[in-house]
T-cell receptor
Framework: GAVVSQHPSRVICKSGTSVKIECRSLDFQATTMFWYRQFPKQSLMLMATSNEGSKATYEQGVEKDKFLINHASLTLSTLTVTSAHPEDSSFYIC?????????FGQGTRLTVV | AQRVTQPEKLLSVFKGAPVELKCNYSYSGSPELFWYVQYSRQRLQLLLRHISRESIKGFTADLNKGETSFHLKKPFAQEEDSAMYYCALSGRNQGGKLIFGQGTELSVKP
């Protein structure tokens, strides 16, 4: 199966600044990665589909200018939360679709103060 | 609308008791159904997929298209089964996009 690594695992930033989260597929070439958001004690909500070499596809209600996704290579997708606000504080998880199942990163806990 | 519903937020049982975690779905088409598990301080991982029809760690799940359900069952719960369980759905030809249920926390007491 694929090994997916997210970095950082935790980040605290000031309101108004931007934060970049990396998602790496260590042993699998991923043309597609997914970004999810999870609020405390709630489900994972798909934010966007990251497509290698092309624009990301965002789910309804997700601001593409706020959550910038870049998938420049087959092993790396980045999610940048721009001009972060406290309401952006959440747990962000990426996944890679393998041949038969999805493999998840360990998640990034973002806290905006 | 595409939706996955897990009605129980928390399920608490004693070791050795049977367990059933409920999952109902709404999808226009032929979905693929999955159960994912997240143990404490670990990442989400696949437990079962309906296509494979296998038993993993003693858990089974049968897709009931008539009732649009995919309940997860285990006849004798173990303490190490304590975790968060998420039912998820993916449409065919959707490239792996998953719609998750709200999750059920299973607590198995000694």
């Amino acid at each position: 199966g694929a090994v997916v690594s997210q970095h950082p695992s935790r980040v605290i930033c000031k309101s108004g600044t931007s934060v970049k989260i990396e998602c790496r597929s260590l042993d699998f070439q991923a043309t597609t990665m997914f970004w999810y958001r999870q609020f405390p004690k709630q489900s994972l909500m798909l934010m966007a589909t990251s497509n290698e070499g092309s624009k990301a596809t965002y789910e309804q209600g997700v601001e593409k200018d706020k959550f910038l996704i870049n998938h420049a290579s087959l092993t790396l997708s980045t999610l940048t939360v721009t001009s972060a606000h406290p309401e952006d504080s959440s747990f962000y998880i990426c996944s890679v679709q393998g041949r038969t199942e999805a493999f998840f990163g360990q998640g990034t806990r973002l806290t905006v103060v | 609308a595409q939706r996955v519903t897990q009605p129980e937020k928390l399920l608490s049982v004693f070791k050795g008791a049977p367990v059933e975690l409920k999952c109902n779905y709404s999808y226009s088409g032929s979905p693929e159904l999955f159960w994912y598990v997240q143990y404490s301080r670990q990442r989400l991982q696949l437990l079962l997929r309906h296509i494979s029809r296998e038993s993993i760690k003693g858990f089974t799940a049968d897709l009931n298209k008539g009732e649009t359900s995919f309940h997860l069952k285990k006849p004798f719960a173990q303490e190490e089964d304590s975790a968060m369980y998420y039912c998820a759905l993916s449409g065919r030809n959707q490239g792996g996009k998953l719609i998750f249920g709200q999750g059920t926390e299973l607590s198995v007491k000694p």
